[in-house]
T-cell receptor
Framework: AQSVTQLDSQVPVFEEAPVELRCNYS??????LFWYVQYPNQGLQLLLKYLSGSTLVKGINGFEAEFNKSQTSFHLRKPSVHISDTAEYFCAAKGSGYALNFGKGTSLLVTP | DGGITQSPKYLFRKEGQNVTLSCEQN?????MYWYRQDPGQGLRLIYYSQIVNDFQKGDIAEGYSVSREKKESFPLTVTSAQKNPTAFYLC?????????????FGPGTRLTVL
């Protein structure tokens, strides 16, 4: 099973600025990584996933993430954020069986 | 539309009472999961099931019980033994295919103990 660390609990950013949300994982076996977004009082929605292949993964809403095996990281990026991107973001990795281990989340706050 | 439904959206419970949260999916997924979400703690796995009539404890199963009598249903009972049940509860489902752990989530149930 893999554990996941999200390095920032809150990230404030101005609208139209770039943003990076950091995620590190620990594992010595095959890696399956995910980023989910959660809007207030809602369930989680998948942004993107890395299973294998290209290390740059593109997701929905203009987000992308880069898998870096040497640094055991899977940081999420967006070149220009919108107010509507304000939400909680979770990094996750394969856990026991088919379950996922989630990080504690990063709250992204976009202000005008 | 295919998806996962959870009911109720909000639930209030008096101390000492058991309460059952509903989770239904029509995605034909074999696996279902229950997570608990607390502020600043992320999601923690309570129980999961990969097949009907079988389920496994997750990281924080104490004070909770589940059943899986039908493939599409995975109800969670919060018992009086759960000392701090106030939280947001999320149900999820997935296919059972090695290399694809993507989970689909329901909208959640917010439980408040009065």
């Amino acid at each position: 099973a893999q554990s996941v660390t999200q390095l920032d609990s809150q990230v404030p950013v101005f609208e139209e600025a770039p943003v990076e949300l950091r995620c590190n994982y620990s594992s010595s076996v095959s890696v399956y990584l995910f980023w989910y977004v959660q809007y207030p009082n809602q369930g989680l929605q998948l942004l993107l996933k890395y299973l294998s292949g290209s290390t740059l993964v593109k997701g929905i809403n203009g987000f992308e993430a880069e898998f870096n095996k040497s640094q055991t990281s899977f940081h999420l990026r967006k070149p220009s954020v919108h107010i509507s991107d304000t939400a909680e973001y979770f990094c996750a990795a394969k856990g026991s069986g088919y379950a996922l281990n989630f990080g504690k989340g990063t709250s992204l706050l976009v202000t005008p | 539309d295919g998806g996962i439904t959870q009911s109720p959206k909000y639930l209030f419970r008096k101390e000492g009472q058991n309460v059952t949260l509903s989770c239904e999916q029509n995605l034909n997924h074999d696996a279902m999961y229950w997570y608990r979400q607390d502020p600043g703690q992320g999601l923690r796995l309570i129980y999961y099931s990969q097949i009907v009539n079988d389920f496994q404890k997750g990281d924080i199963a104490e004070g909770y019980s589940v059943s899986r009598e039908k493939k599409e249903s995975f109800p969670l009972t919060v018992t009086s033994a759960q000392k701090n049940p106030t939280a947001f509860y999320l149900c999820a489902s997935s296919i059972l295919q090695l290399g694809s752990n993507e989970q689909f989530f329901g909208p959640g149930t917010r439980l408040t103990v009065l």
